[in-house]
Every structure is written in structure tokens, then in C-alpha cells.
């Protein structure tokens, strides 16, 4: 499988026909001494030897996914911003995640929390040769991302009355590697809520694809359109 890997501060995998796991986090929602602990966690991962058990970019992998994992128990428990408890902003991010659901993209999970967003997607084919046909250099992937976190960003920040930036410039994304590691990953999605002790069942959430679903009586993995 041909994929190509697109570095900024972190790496960003495009792969045809893959679907991807995104977390968008909002501008400020890590405190500096979160950062600074994660940088030096990813520091001393990078350093270790990687497992026998692992190839080179098994490791690496791995390692994205360990600190994603820290990542998002500050983005769970100590954001230093919430913007998206206000439930009229995390309404404006999910009415957004399904504006291009089944034109642009496949929408198979999201979630959205007080300082941050998780979402599924598969983008379309038809909609990579569009980007080829009018010689747009980003990627599916990339296309989608920005148009979401552009226009989320401009709208929010009219309803707060505020200008300026709203999400980290750079989110966190990961592909995974095949239907059973989506499956884990639409789970992870849908039960943020409860394991963040915000309600006892992932369908409870009101800002979730789980809630969604569950009104449109859709089996899990199943594209999402709005209800």
C-alpha cells in the first residue's frame, strides 16, 4: 500500500483510501506544563531502542500513539481551555462534521468535548480525483481537515464575540492499519464522554456520533448523515 507522510511538528500519513482518526484540540487547551511533559515524554521514547518484538516503524508508531494517549488525558482533565462546554459552539462543530458527510467524506464517528474534537473519516474517492482534475496539491485528507477547522473557527469565534485563533495549528491524525483497529478507535471516540465522567453511557452525550446512531438506527461503522 502506497502512503506518504507529511511532517510538520508531528507526522500526518496519507494513505488512498484510508480513513483517518483526527483530534483537533483548541488553541491554549494544554497548559505550558502539560507541553513541556509531553515533549519530554515523546523525547525519552524517541531515545529508547525499539522493542524486538517491533519494527523501526512499528516503534514510531507506537510511540504517536503513547503520547497521543497522554495528549488526551489533559485534554480530559485539565484543559487550560473549554470553549466547547458552551453547548451552542459543540453544536457548530458537529452541524460542521456533517455538512460534507457522504459528499467529501465517509463520517464514521465523532465527539465532541469541552476542549477538544474526535472524528472518523474516510474521505471519498470521487472527491480525491476532484482534487487532482483542479490540481490542488493537498491531500483528501488535508482538504477536509482545513475546510473543518476554518470554518468551525470563524463561526465560533462570532458566537464568542472574539477574534483570533481557536485551534492548535496542528491536530493530531492516525490511520488506521485496518477494520478491526477502526472499530477500537469508534469505541475510543464514543465512550471519551464516560471515561471523562461526563455521562454513563457514550449515547447520553448529546454532541457525539453514539447519540446519532442511536435515532438513526445505524450499526457502528456505519456512515453517518444528519439526523
Keep these: ?56 516503524d512499528d516503534w514510531l508508531d507506537r510511540i504517536h500513539k503513547l503520547v497521543f494517549a497522554r495528549l488526551d488525558q489533559f485534554l480530559d482533565n485539565e484543559p487550560a481551555a473549554r470553549h466547547l462546554r458552551d453547548p451552542r459552539l459543540a453544536d457548530q462543530v458537529r ?30 474517492a470521487s472527491y480525491e480525483m476532484e482534487l487532482v482534475a483542479r490540481q490542488d496539491d493537498r491531500s483528501a485528507r488535508e482538504s477536509i481537515m482545513h475546510s473543518i477547522a476554518s470554518y468551525t473557527a470563524n463561526q465560533c469565534n462570532k458566537l464568542l464575540g472574539r477574534t483570533g485563533q481557536f485551534w ?17 478507535i469508534l469505541d475510543y471516540i464514543e465512550n471519551n464522554p464516560v471515561v471523562a465522567g461526563l455521562v454513563p453511557r457514550p449515547e447520553d452525550w448529546p454532541f457525539s456520533s453514539a447519540v446519532d446512531r442511536k435515532k438513526l438506527g445505524l450499526k457502528p461503522g456505519a456512515p453517518l448523515v444528519m439526523p
Design 1 to 56: 500500500m502506497s502512503f506518504l507522510i507529511r511532517q510538520r511538528k508531528l507526522p500526518h500519513w496519507d494513505v488512498p483510501g484510508a480513513s483517518y482518526f483526527v483530534t483537533a484540540c483548541l488553541a491554549g487547551s494544554i497548559p505550558a506544563s502539560g507541553m513541556l511533559n509531553l515533549k519530554k515524554y515523546r523525547e525519552r521514547l524517541a531515545g529508547q531502542k525499539s522493542p524486538d518484538d517491533l519494527t523501526e
Design 95 to 124: 452541524r460542521s462534521l456533517y455538512h460534507f458527510a457522504g459528499e467529501r467524506y465517509d463520517l464514521i464517528a465523532f465527539v465532541v468535548m469541552e476542549s477538544h474534537y474526535h472524528w472518523l473519516f474516510r474521505p471519498k
Design 168 to 184: 492548535e495549528d496542528e491536530s493530531y491524525d492516525h490511520c488506521p492499519r485496518d477494520g478491526a483497529e477502526a472499530m477500537r
